[in-house]
């Protein structure tokens, strides 16, 4: 887990990925209390605009049931190439120009490798067909 301040988080995450390889992440961000309306905003226009990028492969957007001030991001792109691309897009510039604004502390990201195997492709039978 690593925290960053407003404008951090691209320099971190173009990182030196030799496989090449999506490196998918979770972000969580608190909005500054009383703005936390106007964050949701600034964050689904965003997610809107990512997921026609064409190196995107997931751009999802969350708020927690119980603190509404709470958003969770999960990404994912195709290679760290595409996540830089997103870094350079207006729109993504606009947001983190806006964080000193919109949220009460440092953006907290996880940087992810997928350990188990996708199974949701796989025929599904019942034991004993």
């Given at each position: 887990?690593?925290?960053?301040?407003?404008?951090?988080?691209?320099?971190?995450?173009?990182?030196?990925?030799?496989?090449h390889e999506a490196e998918p992440a979770y972000l969580s961000v608190i909005g500054t209390?009383?703005?936390e309306e106007m964050l949701k905003e600034a964050l689904l226009k965003v997610v809107t605009?990512?997921?026609?990028?064409?190196?995107?492969?997931?751009?999802?957007?969350?708020?927690?049931?119980?603190?509404?001030?709470?958003?969770?991001?999960?990404?994912?792109?195709?290679?760290?190439?595409?996540?830089?691309?997103?870094?350079?897009?207006?729109?993504?510039?606009?947001?983190?120009?806006?964080?000193?604004?919109?949220?009460?502390?440092?953006?907290?990201?996880?940087?992810?490798?997928?350990?188990?195997?996708?199974?949701?492709?796989?025929?599904?039978?019942?034991?004993?067909?």
């Amino acid at each position: 887990m690593k925290t960053f301040q407003a404008g951090q988080y691209k320099e971190q995450t173009n990182m030196d990925n030799p496989s090449h390889e999506a490196e998918p992440a979770y972000l969580s961000v608190i909005g500054t209390p009383g703005k936390e309306e106007m964050l949701k905003e600034a964050l689904l226009k965003v997610v809107t605009q990512t997921h026609r990028e064409p190196g995107n492969i997931q751009f999802d957007l969350y708020q927690s049931n119980d603190d509404p001030e709470l958003f969770m991001l999960y990404e994912n792109f195709v290679d760290p190439a595409a996540l830089a691309l997103h870094f350079e897009q207006a729109y993504t510039k606009e947001l983190v120009n806006r964080f000193d604004e919109l949220l009460a502390g440092p953006l907290v990201a996880w940087r992810l490798t997928k350990i188990s195997q996708d199974n949701r492709f796989k025929t599904n039978k019942r034991i004993g067909q």
